[in-house]
């Protein structure tokens, strides 16, 4: 009964693992779904009243094209493909049917399939998606301007339309996003040509810095105005590498300076309150470089409070994230 209760009140999460690592530096994060399960990611959010479907793993094995030549610098491009391929039409599907999508990865790459198919159902109801982008690193580089190659770097230029990753999707529709729609918030690492790329495009960038100077609250809540006022919805999508290492040393890409377990919480709290959330993924979560699953722990924590867990009891806003 209490399922079919909160079926009907539209309180739906579906979990999707996209356990892919090859966009990545180093091997691990395909460990990351699983991790996330066993953390109790499921549980918790259906202690919160969500019923809680979960859709196993996206498998890219058959979709991999020997004949899509690669750009140039642009690593493991053929097997990206294929899951970009795998998500994106699981994302729209997910979407469609009005659960919020929570996307357990793997590497950052995943969320070119992810907010594609997200973006595309949004697209179809006549709203804008925004893209809130917590992490350490823009991922805003093109083939053409990367350093190491690594294509979780090129993530978030490829939802916004940048050149050189043209053929990803193959025959898959794309939907991307204007540069305007994306907010990188928490950034502490960028490429030389991949800052001037962010610059020439305007691109909304909440850095380490304006987080000391002014706080994840005014900086947020900004981010949510921006979305409401085009009567938009929102996209989250976290690398556990926006918190400090010292409290999530699980990750490939270690940057120091990052977001405090506070600051962290308190963003997530604010999401919730605005209720624009449709859709997120937890990314870069490498087990084989964690300490006992800690950074595990904090991830899904930090799902649950974007999904409405507080310490102490608050009244929920009449427009909070729980309804579709």
């Known amino acids: 009964m209490a399922d079919l209760t909160s079926r009907q009140t539209g309180k739906r999460i579906a979990l999707l693992g996209v356990p892919v690592e090859v966009g990545a530096s180093q091997p ?18 259906e202690n919160l009243g969500f019923s809680v479907e979960d859709h196993g793993d996206v498998s890219a094995r058959d979709l991999v094209r020997a004949d899509d030549a690669p750009p140039q610098n642009a690593r493991h491009y053929r097997e990206i493909g294929a899951w970009i391929r795998a998500v ?16 357990l990865g793997g ?3 995943l969320s070119m399939g992810t907010v594609n198919g997200v973006a595309r159902h949004w697209h179809e109801q006549g709203r804008e998606l925004f893209v809130l982008w917590l992490d350490a690193h823009a991922d805003y580089n093109t083939p053409a301007t990367t350093i190491s190659g690594h294509m979780h770097g090129m993530v978030a230029g490829f939802l916004c339309g940048e050149p050189g990753l043209d053929r990803l999707l193959g025959d898959e529709p794309r939907a991307s996003i204007k540069p305007s729609q994306l907010d990188l918030f928490g950034t502490r690492s960028v490429d030389p040509l991949e800052k001037e790329l962010v610059h020439a495009r305007n691109v909304a960038v909440a850095d380490m810095r304006q987080i000391d100077e002014f706080g994840v609250g005014v900086l947020i809540r900004r981010v949510i105005e921006r979305v409401k006022a085009c009567d938009g919805v929102l996209h989250v999508s976290l690398d556990v590498d926006f918190l400090d ?8 890409t270690i940057v120091p300076g990052g977001a405090t377990y506070r600051e962290a919480h308190l963003v997530m709290q604010l999401l919730h309150d605005s209720g624009l959330v449709r859709a997120v993924d937890v990314v870069e979560l490498n087990p084989f470089l964690d300490e006992r699953g800690r950074t595990a722990r ?24 729980v309804m579709p």
């Open 88 to 103: 994106s039409p699981r994302a729209y599907a997910l979407a469609r049917s009005g659960a919020i999508p929570v996307f």
């Open 28 to 45: 691990g994060a395909l460990m990351g779904p699983a991790a996330l399960r066993t953390a109790g990611l499921g549980p918790l959010l």
């Open 107 to 109: 590497d950052h790459s």
């Open 298 to 321: 904090v991830a899904t924590e930090l799902v649950g409070s974007l999904f409405g867990q507080h310490i102490t009891d608050r009244p929920t806003p009449t427009n909070a994230i």
């Open 245 to 252: 290492p010292d409290l999530a040393p699980g990750v490939g």
